[in-house]
């Protein structure tokens, strides 16, 4: 049975948050917990723990996916950002906005949507969320916890163990999380473009 790991929500403990950084450095797969939903999560680089995760939500590589960032800094580094784009950022993150941006050389390519070879980038607003991400770092690949067919994320910790736990290496808990998805936000063409209404606000951006 996939280990799950009980970790403070708002003062996660350092000893825990680096167990389940390393099972993501490892090349695990991590369900963990963010300021909208709990989602999946995996190593940037791991070719396997991808395919594993497009497996379990039953994405097609048409599918946006997310990097998880600790700050703008690191949004910078794998994505084109204009200057227009970079206010938006610095005045909606962090928080459950999820932007899509052209990926820069640094996001691998299977990681990118195939055509538009652009990345969902996103700044949590999680005490768990980002000490993980300072253990691990670098940014980590992210896609809410959706099971195919289901309307809303998984959000009660025995129902991922139940139905996801012999399918990941670890299941971070840190209390309830939202059934809210972030709000997509696409910045590519410039002009906003609101793909999604999500737990962000998404007044701005209609």
Avoid: W
């Avoid at 253990?135 to 067919?149: C, F, K, N, R």
């Amino acid at each position: 049975m996939t280990q799950t790991l009980q970790i403070h929500p708002e003062n996660p403990e350092p000893r825990l948050i680096q167990r389940a950084a390393e099972v993501l450095i490892g090349g695990g797969v991590v369900v963990y917990p963010t300021d909208s939903t709990y989602a999946l999560a995996c190593h940037i680089g791991d070719k396997n723990a991808l395919e594993r995760i497009r497996r379990i939500r039953q994405l097609s590589d048409k599918h946006n996916l997310t990097l998880m960032c600790r700050d703008l800094s690191e949004i910078s580094t794998y994505a084109k950002v204009s200057n227009s784009a970079y206010r938006l950022l610095k005045a909606y993150t962090p928080g459950a906005y999820t932007f899509i941006l052209p990926a820069t050389a640094e996001v691998p390519r299977r990681l990118m949507h195939p055509k538009r070879k652009t990345i969902g980038l996103r700044i949590p607003d999680h005490p768990v969320t980002l000490a993980l991400l300072e253990a691990v770092g670098e940014p980590v690949m992210s896609t809410s916890l959706i099971l195919p067919d289901d309307e809303h994320p998984l959000s009660e910790i025995y129902d991922i163990e139940d139905q996801v736990g012999k399918l990941v290496d670890l299941i971070v808990e840190s209390g309830a999380c939202g059934l809210e998805p972030t709000t997509v936000v696409d910045l590519v063409e410039g002009a906003p473009q609101l793909l999604r209404a999500g737990k962000g606000d998404p007044a701005p951006f209609m």
